[in-house]
């Protein structure tokens, strides 16, 4: 069922326009801004006969050939017509992405129950109403108005839009790639349960994640959630934690919040990773999307800055994880590589002149030793004795590489601006940054918890 939103081989906007200052215009160029994409793209406008370039149709009935999908993007009041129009036209799938439905008043939820009504009887499924629409990085396809991800193999469905678009901003500055997005606002009849159920079997998506606001028949939700989580990492983030989040929530997307500690209860028992903030779904996503599991929880520490390793040894202290206390062999290992002022204890501080070829040799000791699980080099950027500022993470990464990647790597580099110095290396190499101590902890507590309920 929900294949075919993401895989049609015909489009109709319905409410394409070259008014730039219009949530028509941004779709139809987000969908013709790849060339590869192989889905036959169809302007309607009845005021229009050309846009980008294209032939504009008065309406989907005019169009000549089968419509597998239909973008509708026209004031609420039109909707039903348009609706009308799809179901004669025998449209298999629609995105209502038009707002002023539910989430405005009862009259509102009164229009939304007719037109899943309606389109259900025709065989018709519906995501939206109001939603910023969806997208298939894999085949170059972002039918919505939001800005195109890299490619990737995290897969997100979100309730809020504007929301859903900030965390691919920021996935996309932090190098984490998409394979699927979408959004279902309203959620009147296409609902999270039945994306989780496309995620579990779609080959290309890795991770699972998901932003909602209430659920629609909890058991279900429930179910497919412990069933997509024993096979995929799965991250689920809950706005409306908190008597006003709630009621905020509510007045969103026109529906009742759903009770957090209940969720917070089920997710938990599914298996899934669950998050409460923007920081940690990122940690967590970014954790999964590039790390392989452990094999146990001892953590190696290797750092210039002494404070940011004290950082995070009080949050990994915190989260229950263990520093593991370095032996002999690995002492005499390291001993040519760092200089005799340095306390060669775990976390190991190789003090501000530490360089590149430092943090490369100690990292591939830590990689490399039995003894340890979970390497974290951190790194304050230095700016002084000649380094370059991106030597230290390249010899991070060249360890990793060195070593066949079978170890997970936390890299904690901070500097502010300066980290976009590394920032397309890191993309590149298809590796992780973490920003600080704390997020780097929890993004290892998330990783040792799956390793641990799958040895179960």
Avoid at 9 to 24: C, E, L, Q, R, W
Avoid at 371 to 387: A, G, H, K, R
Avoid at 419 to 426: P, R, T
Avoid at 433 to 438: N, Q
């Amino acid at each position: 069922m929900v294949h075919q939103f993401f895989y049609p081989k015909s489009i109709a906007i319905i409410g394409a326009t070259s008014d730039p200052k219009k949530f028509g215009n941004a779709v139809t160029a987000n969908l013709l801004e790849n060339k590869e994409l192989e889905a036959e793209i169809y302007p309607i406008n009845p005021k229009a006969t050309e846009i980008f370039g294209l032939k504009c149709y008065k309406s989907v009935l005019e169009v000549e050939k089968e419509i597998d999908l239909a973008l509708i993007l026209v004031p609420s009041k039109a909707v039903p017509i348009v609706i009308d129009q799809c179901i004669e036209k025998k449209v298999k799938r629609v995105i209502i992405i038009s707002a002023g439905f539910g989430e405005v008043n009862e009259e509102g939820k009164r229009i939304e129950q007719e037109l899943k009504r309606k389109s259900l009887d025709a065989g018709m499924r519906l995501m939206g109403p109001n939603c910023v629409g969806i997208q298939n990085v894999d085949i170059g396809m972002n039918a919505s108005f939001v800005q195109t991800p890299i490619e990737g193999n995290v897969s997100m469905v979100t309730q809020s839009g504007s929301f859903g678009a900030a965390i691919l901003y920021e996935m996309w500055w932090q190098g984490l790639g998409f394979s699927k997005f979408a959004n279902l606002g309203n959620m009147i009849d296409v609902n999270l349960t039945d994306l989780l159920e496309y995620f579990i079997d779609d080959e290309v998506t890795k991770v699972v994640t998901v932003y909602l606001e209430n659920v629609i028949d909890g058991r279900a939700f429930y179910n497919k959630l412990v069933e997509v989580a024993a096979k995929k990492p799965t991250v689920v983030l809950k706005g409306g934690r908190t008597a006003a989040g709630m009621k905020s929530a509510s007045s969103h997307t026109g529906s009742i919040a759903t009770d957090y500690n209940s969720l917070k209860t089920a997710v938990k028992q599914a298996g899934a990773t669950l998050c409460e903030s923007l920081g940690d779904y990122i940690a967590a996503i970014k954790a999964f999307s590039f790390l392989p599991e452990p094999q146990g929880g001892k953590i190696g520490v290797l750092t210039n800055s002494g404070g940011s390793a004290v950082l995070f040894s009080d949050h990994s202290e915190e989260m229950g994880l263990e520093l593991v206390e370095f032996s002999e062999e690995f002492k005499q290992k390291i001993a040519p590589h760092v200089i005799p002022l340095v306390k060669k204890v775990n976390p190991l501080d190789m003090i501000a002149g530490a360089n590149g070829e430092g943090y490369y040799q100690v990292t591939k000791a830590m990689l490399e030793d039995p003894n340890i699980d979970i390497v974290v080099p951190c790194c304050v950027v230095p700016t002084f004795l000649e380094m370059k500022p991106d030597e230290h993470y390249k010899g991070v990464i060249r360890a990793w590489n060195e070593t066949g990647r079978k170890k997970p790597i936390f890299p904690i580099f901070m500097s502010g601006s300066i980290l976009e110095a590394i920032k397309d290396f890191a993309e590149k190499e298809k590796a992780p940054i973490f920003l600080s101590p704390r997020e780097a902890a929890f993004a290892v507590k998330v990783l040792y918890e799956r390793m641990k309920n799958h040895s179960k």
